[in-house]
């Protein structure tokens, strides 16, 4: 097995890792031209995950009750290319920060939840062109965490200004060894969601910054990932138990 060397001391070009797409499912919350903004950092041991639209707001019960708890959230997926092949990267810490947050002596923020999955998903049948175009598909949560914060105790009285907090992932999950090829089609979902027991608000705009690590890595690899899929167009896939049924055999 090769062994694998910490590659902090290569020399670092301009970053060329940029998003070609960009798909919300909370688009109330942050759509996806206004609310979401991810990018790799110029030095690339940050990715930067900015949701501008996005606020921390009252959810008042049902029945019309008032005085609910608050919720912040965004779930989106962006697809990234030009990764220079032969690395690995796993993310070492989550920050949550926002401009203002708002809380009372009784409004308690109790859950900052942050999680990233990355899919790749592999052109093996593509030239000459024939159809269908089969993929196959690689999944691994590379971060899952849900942290309290400690916004509340005996002598709480409440939090009003900027806010920032930091929490260490205590799992690491290294990414596949990246590719650089274009039959590769590399994918992040983020997940954020901020929560409140009793209340409270924030301007809009939460950011939640990924610390990276990176490792040098052998870029031919098979059986990366959690979850693999071979031929994934070609089959059903079910999210929830994380399984598949062929339809048909690819010739």
């Not at 049948?125 to 590379?142: E, M």
């Not at 009003?160 to 274009?182: E, K």
Request: proline share 6%; hydrophobic share 35%.
């Amino acid at each position: 097995m090769k062994t694998l060397l910490p590659i902090a001391a290569l020399s670092r070009v301009a970053n060329a890792i940029h998003a070609v797409s960009v798909v919300s499912r909370t688009p109330y919350d942050c759509d996806a031209v206004r609310g979401v903004d991810v990018y790799f950092a110029p030095d690339e041991n940050t990715i930067h995950a900015n949701f501008p639209t996005v606020a921390l707001s009252v959810i008042p019960p049902a029945h019309g009750f008032p005085n609910g708890d608050s919720v912040a959230l965004c779930d989106a997926t962006v697809d990234f290319e030009d990764f220079l092949p032969g690395r690995r990267f796993a993310i070492s810490n989550v920050t949550w920060s926002t401009g203002h947050l708002n809380l009372s002596g009784t409004e308690v923020l109790n859950s900052l939840s942050s999680k990233v999955k990355l899919s790749v998903e592999h052109q093996t049948h593509y030239y000459p062109v024939r159809y269908p175009i089969v993929k196959d598909l690689s999944l691994a949560t590379l971060v899952n965490l849900d942290v309290n914060p400690g916004l509340a105790g005996k002598n709480y009285e409440g939090y009003h200004g900027d806010f920032n907090f930091t929490a260490d992932n205590p799992n690491l999950v290294w990414s596949n060894c990246l590719y650089g090829y274009l039959d590769n089609s590399t994918k992040f979902d983020f997940e954020m969601v901020i929560r409140t027991v009793g209340g409270g608000t924030s301007e809009p705009g939460w950011t939640m910054d990924l610390g990276l690590i990176w490792e040098e890595c052998y870029p031919v690899e098979t059986g990366w990932g959690q979850t693999i899929i071979r031929g994934w167009e070609s089959c059903t896939y079910s999210e929830t138990n994380q399984t598949s049924r062929t339809r048909r055999r690819l010739h």
